[in-house]
């Protein structure tokens, strides 16, 4: 009883923490350019393809890696001079469009590169499970882990200690200001869909060994990022984080003791929810608007 | 304005669909122009919502997959009246639109966009899934649609009856922009606090465009249903509410013209692209960016505004 359970709680974590990833990347952009970039998703299934083709082209897996998550970054930083810039001042409904539309771009792009096929490689360090307590790990969860624990890490120094991290900061809370003492928010704007990019190939590039991936994974697992920045409050780092962890977990125990059919619907249902009953989420900030 | 001016535009339409098949050479092309039709006219209650009340819709496919599962489902598994299936699945969806609603226009931005996305995609997982109903992943037959001992059949009838409602719904939908419903409507685009201090009930007026788009958006499912005779729930999934909202945006955001010139455009290109898989996803991709960047506004009110008389008769 108790171990299935805990087999529900790794494989919830297990893919919660991509979902983090991904509402963190989500979140950055939000911050950087009040955008909520629809292709989030693509670049979560960017990195899990791109890794898949180098390897499979024979490249050793760490240089396989560091190109599966620079490039997303790069087709981060191409899409915001590309498609985000020459619109700076639309409405909200136009850049959310835009965003979508980037997103039927790139999926559509590696449809024709790469195929219609379901992808994977090999673990990073074996497959043997780890017993605990009854249930099963796979080493290639606790890489997900580690590295999704390292990555908020590094992001939590990055924005409080750097001047960097802090620029960024300055041009959410208030452009114009942020403008005004110095700082180069076109360079922010930059950085923010770079990194935010980056992000989403991480979580690809992890998970892909134990979802597989395709073309089309990119809409789910971005959607579900959403659903965990909506959870956690729009706008909030940690939310971000919990909220990931939230759906990764609601999402598995449903699928275990409820229905697995229904696996998908349950972090929308949740979204449902969340609107209705605390739309500001469980971290977001209370704001009062101006008029 | 004489009444009879102010009617050229319908007058206009009608002529047109008059005069169509006499250059449609055969079924393939009376298919397209049916399917452009019903593109039309979900189109024209999707940008009342878009365009007039600027509200977003990401889920709009769920309420045309509601009306086609209904036009599916309760006649040939409950035994009832197409018409009275069709009226029921109309029923639900708007039910379904009028409890999301309520709650959801309090909040602004993008709260509508996410409830309507996450509603969309439950809406599509439930047909996929409940296939003891649906048939699930692989659809299931559909009825004809009987009317009084006459069974509309073949694409030739059902291009008269798509017509015959369309001119309906452009009709409708220019009488109800000008009407007080629909300067409110437009007030509200413009500036929500102005219109409500005006004395606009603001979240009345948003719940009921969008229950309203939800009910045509249905309607049309049926209709989609019955023509083809065959139900997929790729009818409700998330790209088909995509391609719906693009329609939208390229035809012109508030423009009534803009919905018709979309769904005949953007409903002609996936016919010219299907030998290409793939570059169909990234063809429509690109128009959404290329046509936000360059022409936010879309076609119609982009060229209206460079060419026209502007001012109130382009829209």
């Known amino acids: 009883m108790f171990s299935q359970f805990l087999q529900f709680l790794f494989s919830g974590i297990t893919v919660g923490a991509t979902y983090a990833l991904a509402a963190l990347g989500f979140t950055l952009i939000y911050n950087a350019s009040n955008v909520i ?63 979508i539309g980037a997103s039927l771009v790139i999926r559509g792009l590696i449809q024709i590169w790469l195929g219609k096929g379901a992808h994977s490689y090999p673990a990073f360090s074996g497959s043997e499970p780890i017993q605990i307590g009854g249930a099963t790990l796979l080493p290639q969860s606790l890489w997900v882990l580690g590295i999704t624990a390292l990555v908020v890490v590094a992001l939590w120094y990055f924005f409080s200690r750097t001047l960097a991290g802090k620029a960024i900061l300055a ?121 | 304005m004489s009444v009879l001016k102010r009617q050229y535009p319908l007058m206009i339409l009608a002529g047109v669909l008059l005069l169509l098949p006499l250059v449609l050479p055969n079924n393939y092309y ?27 819709s990401l889920g709009h496919a769920g309420f045309v997959g509601v009306g086609a599962y209904a036009s599916a489902i309760l006649p040939s598994q409950f035994g009832w009246h197409p018409l009275l299936a069709m009226g029921a699945g109309a029923a639900i969806a708007s039910t379904i639109a009028a409890i999301v609603a309520r709650p959801i226009f309090r909040l602004k931005g993008h709260y509508l966009a996410m409830a309507t996305l996450g509603l969309g995609i439950i809406i599509a997982i439930v047909i996929k899934n409940e296939a003891a109903y649906t048939g699930g992943p692989d659809g299931m037959p559909v009825a004809p649609l009987g009317l009084m001992g006459f069974e509309i059949s073949g694409e030739k ?73 065959f139900v997929t729930p790729n009818i409700a999934d998330f790209f088909h509410s995509i391609e719906l909202m693009t329609m939208v945006v390229v035809g012109g955001m508030a423009s009534i013209y803009g919905s018709l010139i979309g769904a005949v455009l953007l409903t002609a290109l996936p016919q010219a692209l299907s030998t290409f898989e793939g570059w169909e996803t990234v063809a429509f991709g690109s128009i959404l960016i290329l046509c936000m960047i360059f022409m936010p506004k879309g076609l119609v009110p982009t060229l209206a505004a460079r060419f026209g008389r502007n001012g109130q008769e382009d829209r």
């Open chain 2, 30 to 56: 009376y298919d397209i122009a049916i399917r452009m039709a019903i593109n039309a006219i979900i189109v024209l209650g999707l940008n009342l919502l878009i365009g007039f009340a600027g509200q977003i």
């Open chain 1, 37 to 99: 970039n629809f292709a989030q998703g693509e670049f979560i299934m960017l990195g899990g393809m791109l890794a898949f083709y180098f390897m499979q082209s024979g490249l050793s897996l760490p240089l396989a890696l560091l190109l599966a998550i620079a490039i997303p970054a790069v087709v981060g930083v191409l899409f915001e001079k590309l498609a985000i810039e020459p619109a700076r001042d639309a409405e909200v409904v136009t850049l959310i469009i835009i965003t």
């Open chain 2, 157 to 229: 009838q059902w291009y008269w009856v798509l017509a015959a409602i369309l001119l309906f719904s452009f009709w409708a939908a220019r009488n109800l922009i000008d009407s007080p419903f629909g300067r409110a409507l437009r007030a509200l685009h413009g500036s929500e606090v102005a219109s409500q201090v005006m004395g606009v009930d603001v979240v009345r007026y948003k719940v009921t465009i969008f229950v309203l788009s939800a009910f045509f958006a249905s309607l049309m499912g049926s209709v989609t249903a019955h023509y083809i005779g």
């Open chain 1, 171 to 291: 041009t959410s809370c208030n452009p114009l200001a942020a403008q005004l003492v110095g700082i180069n928010t076109q360079w922010v704007l930059l950085v923010s869909f770079a990194l935010s990019a980056a992000l989403g190939a991480i979580g690809g590039v992890l998970l892909t060994p134990i979802t597989l991936t395709s073309y089309d994974v990119g809409i789910m697992l971005g959607l579900k990022g959403f659903v965990a920045v909506v959870v956690g409050g729009l706008g909030s780092g940690l939310g971000a984080v919990v909220g990931g962890l939230l759906v990764g977990i609601i999402e598995a125990m449903a699928a275990g003791y409820i229905s697995s059919a229904y696996k998908d619907a349950i972090p929308f249902i949740l979204i449902l929810f969340i609107l209705f009953f605390m739309p500001r989420g469980i971290f977001g900030a209370q704001v009062t608007e101006r008029v």
